[in-house]
């Protein structure tokens, strides 16, 4: 039985349709990322989940419950932290959670679940006092009561300080190692990268693909970028470009993710690999040859290749067999920023 | 029960905002003025004891739907606004526990503030050494309570039907305005417009019956029913003529087929 299971949903206003048959399987145990521009249906999509909207068409079924006829049995076993709600406007932090535990017939200490979230220190003020980001720490406090076995976030770190951010993560993480699934939306791409097993990109109502973050790097094709930088001397005669995979790659801006250069410094005893031909390797050639490179462009001392990131290490082991000296090297991998651009742009 | 929980949350938030203490206070305040009026006049030697009922008779047609109409308006469309449906939504509870629930709360603190009012009058009247008539009271409380019910269905019906809080006081203030202030005139001018724009020698035969529709008049009807037959003629009441039969089916209908009716739109529309 899965957590969440979405087969030909629909729902129109109007002329207008919000989502155009979604079928979505959430397995239990996972942590489900929701992805999409704004405007694409995530909250519609959540919405009808929890029967606060109906769909048009379609089914939803939510851990083994039918939405529409059984809300309140999905209610009972699902912790909501809504997008765009309102605190009780007469009740305290901890009257909120006192009321969660009583409707949802549970017996968590009203305490510790403040704790848990960090809004402790405000337990006894008024909730309508709270700034966004405490209101959205102190309903997530009132969905984990009851230990359910389904978070629903809606855009969770809105309104959420770094430190709250990292507080929500560190919670979705406990709660899947407790056994719960966690479906969530956002727009904010770090963020389902950092905790979701699996990710679901809505875009104008369509599901465009449901798949691990990796998954979704290698679908996209050449992932990764290594920018390599050769003793000025070596194969300084060779000024060319070659692109197999038919277009070169512009070189690698803005921030490296790794950067390793000093390991590799002062391991470039000259070897030449074919003593015979008494010159220098051309470094574009030695690595356009190798399994896995698409593209290869030279600037100077530096040599920029675009490959799938197992071929990394290849391509810096045949440049030292084949006798050239590497400086320094970094290497980037495609941001889920260019990921969910392709994905969402059409491009595909 | 979850319907209770959201009952007592409504009851709760009526207390913590002091709605229900500033409501009631007012109430006794008015209640117990009129009492001291009427018990004033009889121990000057104007005035019976009977004339009590209808002296609080008066100020209860206009205020009673007023204080019920006003505290259930917004159980719902209120929350359904600002956002707080979607944290009680997710909380196990079915709409209908929204609505039953709301309806139930909110009801049992309009009665309170309808009960303290005439405790203070009763309270005033017997301390100032005047009778109160034990049977016309209690009789003018329990349909007091009836009125108030169906108002306050009338409220949760609004506030379960519509999405926007201002047609909610929209729909509200015509309700009053329509079923308190101007019913009594709406069957004969309906019988005008039928007659062409004309008089009609004769009231139509189903003239009682549509007078009936409001609650302050079916509820007058019961009342006159109710009420020992000196009493009702010293006090000039004749209810609305339809007999207490159909008075009794109207009450009904307000007080349940009304908020059935709004629970099923408020079920079947996105928050």
């Known amino acids: ?6 087969s030909g949903v629909t729902k129109r206003y109007g002329d207008v349709a919000a989502l155009r048959g979604i079928d979505l399987t959430v397995e239990r145990g996972e942590v489900f990322g929701f992805l999409g521009p704004n405007g694409a249906g995530k909250s519609t999509t959540i919405d009808i989940l929890l029967r606060y909207t109906h769909p048009t068409d379609g089914r939803v079924e939510v851990l083994g419950h039918d939405v529409a006829t059984d809300p309140v049995a999905v209610r009972r076993e699902t912790g909501v932290l809504p997008e765009g709600f309102a605190p009780f ?46 209101a959205q720490r102190l309903t997530l406090a009132t969905a984990l009561v009851g230990e359910p076995d389904l978070l629903i976030l809606d855009e969770p770190s809105t309104g959420l300080d770094p430190h709250g951010v990292r507080t929500m993560r560190e919670i979705v993480r406990e709660e899947c190692d ?75 801006t803005g921030s490296h993710s ?82 969910f651009v392709s994905y969402t742009e059409g491009d595909r | 029960m979850s319907w209770t929980l959201i009952a007592q949350k409504e009851i709760g938030d009526l207390r913590r905002n002091r709605q229900l203490y500033g409501m009631a206070v007012l109430f006794a305040a008015m209640f117990g003025l009129l009492g001291y009026i009427h018990a004033n006049s009889v121990n000057d030697g104007f005035g019976s004891p009977n004339e009590l009922v209808m002296l609080i008779g008066m100020l209860g047609t206009y205020i009673i739907p007023a204080v019920a109409l006003m505290l259930s308006y917004e159980t719902i469309v209120k929350r359904r606004h600002n956002g707080q449906l979607e944290l009680l939504l997710g909380f196990p509870h079915h709409r209908r526990d929204l609505v039953l629930g709301g309806y139930v709360g909110r009801f049992l603190v309009v009665a309170t ?57 929209v729909a509200t203030f015509s309700v009053y305005l329509m079923f308190v202030l101007a019913w009594r005139i709406v069957p004969s001018g309906l019988a005008y417009l039928l ?39 010293s006090i000039a009441l004749a209810g609305s003529g339809s007999g207490v039969e159909f008075a009794a ?11 059935l009716a709004g629970y099923l739109r408020f079920d079947r529309t996105d928050l």
């Open chain 1, 178 to 252: 407790r056994g719960a699934t966690v479906f969530f939306s956002s727009h904010i791409l770090e963020q389902v990268e950092a905790v979701a097993d699996r990710v679901g990109i809505l875009s104008d109502g369509q599901l465009l693909t449901v798949d691990t973050i990796d998954g979704l790097r290698d679908g996209v094709g050449a992932t990764g970028e290594l920018t390599v930088t050769l003793e000025p001397d070596a194969g300084s005669l060779a000024e060319s470009t070659g692109s197999p995979g038919g277009t070169a790659t512009a070189e690698a």
């Open chain 2, 249 to 259: 089916v109207v009450l009904l209908a307000w007080i349940v087929l009304l908020p």
């Open chain 2, 113 to 169: 503030v309808i009960v303290a009012g005439l405790w203070a009058c009763g309270m005033v009247v017997v301390l100032m050494g005047a009778t109160v008539l034990g049977a016309a009271y209690m009789a003018f409380l329990f349909v007091s309570l009836v009125l108030a019910l169906a108002y306050t269905a009338a409220g949760i019906t609004i506030s379960a039907s519509v999405r926007s809080p201002s047609w909610a006081s």
């Open chain 1, 1 to 6: 039985m899965a957590a969440i299971q979405l």
């Open chain 1, 89 to 134: 406007e007469t009740m305290t932090g901890r009257q909120h959670v006192e009321y969660a535990i009583e409707a949802n017939a549970a017996d968590d200490d009203p305490d510790e679940l403040l704790e848990r979230v960090d809004v402790a220190h405000a337990a006894d003020r008024l909730a309508t006092g709270y700034s966004k980001g405490m």
């Open chain 1, 258 to 339: 790794e950067t390793a250069g000093s390991s590799t410094r002062g391991s470039g005893q000259r070897t030449p690999a074919n003593p015979s031909q008494g010159s220098v390797a051309d470094p574009v050639a030695v690595v356009e040859s190798i399994d896995g490179v698409d593209a290869v462009s030279r600037r100077s001392d530096e040599l920029v290749v675009t490959c799938r990131r197992e071929a990394k290490l290849g391509v810096l082991d045949e440049l030292r067999d084949a006798g050239l000296v590497i400086r320094d090297f970094t290497t980037e991998e495609t941001s889920l920023e260019d990921l």
């Open chain 2, 195 to 233: 007659n062409g724009f004309e008089r009609p020698a004769t009231s139509p035969w189903w003239t009682e019956y549509v007078l009936t529709l409001s609650p302050n008049l079916a509820v007058e009807e019961i009342f006159v029913w109710m009420l020992p037959e000196s009493t009702a003629e």
